[in-house]
């Protein structure tokens, strides 16, 4: 039987694809000595941080001030999503970014599929780590579904509305007395 190949999974980074130089560490994988590699939250915690560690938390993390304090020098926070239906993940980013001021790559990895591309980034996900049956120009196209969004998010704090009278107001005629 020939080698089946396995497909990598589609990597987009600021909203394009780009090549994903971290490794992925499961619970029960030993940890590489080198290169890049993306740990179990507990795993990172007790052991050797620096510019090529970085924590993965679970759907279910309690995001404490503590452990937020701390993953603050994280050269990146990947966030798993153990199936597509489990939003816990938008709000770890989110607090991450706006709460917490996170400024590194938050990035989405588990059951990542197109269709929650759009949403992801507006709660601050910039890695988007696909699942391996998903298409990069699918997710490409989905990244710019929605020409504008009525809520406010990580990428565009003001809502809508605001925007909207912010514009009418710089082009209203000045009102003479």
Request: proline share 8%; with cysteine; aromatic share 10%.
């Given at each position: 039987m020939p080698e089946q190949m396995i497909q990598a999974r589609p990597y987009i980074h600021a909203g394009h694809p780009a090549t994903d130089e971290w490794q992925l560490i499961l619970e029960e994988e030993e940890v590489p000595s080198k290169g890049k590699s993306i740990l179990p939250l507990a795993a990172w915690l007790d052991g050797e941080r620096g510019a090529d560690r970085a924590p993965w938390l679970p759907a279910g993390t309690e995001l404490t001030p503590a452990l937020a304090e701390t993953l603050l020098d994280a050269p990146l926070i990947a966030i798993d999503f153990p199936k597509?239906?489990?939003?816990?993940?938008?709000?770890?980013?989110?607090?991450?970014?706006?709460?917490?001021?996170?400024?590194?790559?938050?990035?989405?990895?588990?059951?990542?599929?197109?269709?929650?591309?759009?949403?992801?980034?507006?709660?601050?996900?910039?890695?988007?780590?696909?699942?391996?049956?998903?298409?990069?120009?699918?997710?490409?196209?989905?990244?710019?579904?929605?020409?504008?969004?009525?809520?406010?998010?990580?990428?565009?704090?003001?809502?809508?509305?605001?925007?909207?009278?912010?514009?009418?107001a710089r082009h209203a005629e000045p009102a003479t007395v």
């Amino acid at each position: 039987m020939p080698e089946q190949m396995i497909q990598a999974r589609p990597y987009i980074h600021a909203g394009h694809p780009a090549t994903d130089e971290w490794q992925l560490i499961l619970e029960e994988e030993e940890v590489p000595s080198k290169g890049k590699s993306i740990l179990p939250l507990a795993a990172w915690l007790d052991g050797e941080r620096g510019a090529d560690r970085a924590p993965w938390l679970p759907a279910g993390t309690e995001l404490t001030p503590a452990l937020a304090e701390t993953l603050l020098d994280a050269p990146l926070i990947a966030i798993d999503f153990p199936k597509f239906t489990d939003g816990r993940g938008y709000s770890l980013a989110r607090l991450l970014r706006e709460r917490y001021a996170y400024r590194g790559e938050i990035r989405a990895i588990g059951d990542i599929l197109v269709d929650q591309l759009f949403f992801l980034t507006r709660c601050g996900f910039d890695g988007l780590s696909l699942r391996e049956d998903q298409w990069l120009e699918d997710a490409l196209r989905n990244l710019k579904i929605f020409s504008r969004a009525y809520q406010p998010g990580v990428d565009q704090p003001e809502p809508l509305f605001r925007r909207r009278e912010r514009e009418r107001a710089r082009h209203a005629e000045p009102a003479t007395v």
